[in-house]
C-alpha cells in the first residue's frame, strides 16, 4: 500500500469506505478495483462524449465537422470526472473558431459510480462501493441574428 504522506497515490479503498460497506477488515491489495461504465445520457445524434482517451484534435474536429456539415445547429458536449477540462476546452475553441457565431451554455451534475472490489483470493467476498463524480453538459449553438427566436430542436437537458 502507498504512503500518503509521501504524496505518493493510494490505489485501494480508503479504511473508511470498506467499513462503510460492510467489508469489515478489508486489506485493499487483496482486491481487484473494477470501475463500471457511468450511466449515459440518451444518446442523440448531437451529443458527443469526450473522454481522455482519444486525441483532443480528433475530438475537436469531430465537433466541428458535426457543426458544420452535419446539419446540426447545435451539439451537446459531456464530459465527466478528469474530462471536464477537456470538454471546456472544446467549447471555447469551437467559441473562439466561429468570430462569434456560436455561443455556449453549460449545465454541472453530479454522477453516481458504482465501483466492484473484486478479490483475488476465492475465499473473500465481493464489494461494490458508489461514488460521486462531477459531470458538465454544454450545449454548443449557433446565434442568431437579433429580433430572431427559435426554440432548440434538441436541448442537452
Do not use: W
Not at 502507498?2 to 467499513?19: E, I, K, V, W
Not at 447545435?74 to 470538454?87: D, S, V
Request: proline fraction near 6%; charge should be neutral; glycine fraction near 8%.
Amino acid at each position: 500500500m502507498a504512503d500518503r504522506s509521501m504524496g505518493t497515490p493510494h490505489l485501494g479503498p480508503t479504511p473508511a469506505a470498506a467499513t462503510a460497506e460492510g467489508a469489515g477488515d478489508m486489506d485493499p491489495v487483496e482486491y481487484i478495483l473494477r470501475k463500471r461504465l457511468p450511466h449515459k445520457l440518451p444518446r442523440r445524434k448531437n451529443d458527443i462524449y469526450i473522454n481522455m482517451k482519444t486525441d483532443f484534435k480528433a475530438q475537436l474536429g469531430r465537433c466541428q465537422k458535426m457543426l458544420e456539415a452535419g446539419g446540426f445547429s447545435e451539439i451537446c458536449i459531456h464530459g465527466l470526472g478528469l474530462a471536464i477540462n477537456r470538454a471546456i476546452n472544446i467549447a471555447l475553441q469551437l467559441q473562439a473558431a466561429s468570430f462569434g457565431a456560436l455561443h455556449v451554455a453549460a449545465n454541472t451534475s453530479t454522477v453516481e459510480l458504482v465501483d466492484d472490489l473484486e478479490p483475488e483470493l476465492d475465499e473473500a467476498e465481493a464489494v461494490t462501493r458508489t461514488r460521486n463524480n462531477s459531470a458538465i453538459h454544454i450545449k454548443v449553438f449557433l446565434a442568431l441574428p437579433k429580433g430572431e427566436r427559435v426554440e432548440p430542436l434538441n436541448p442537452c437537458n
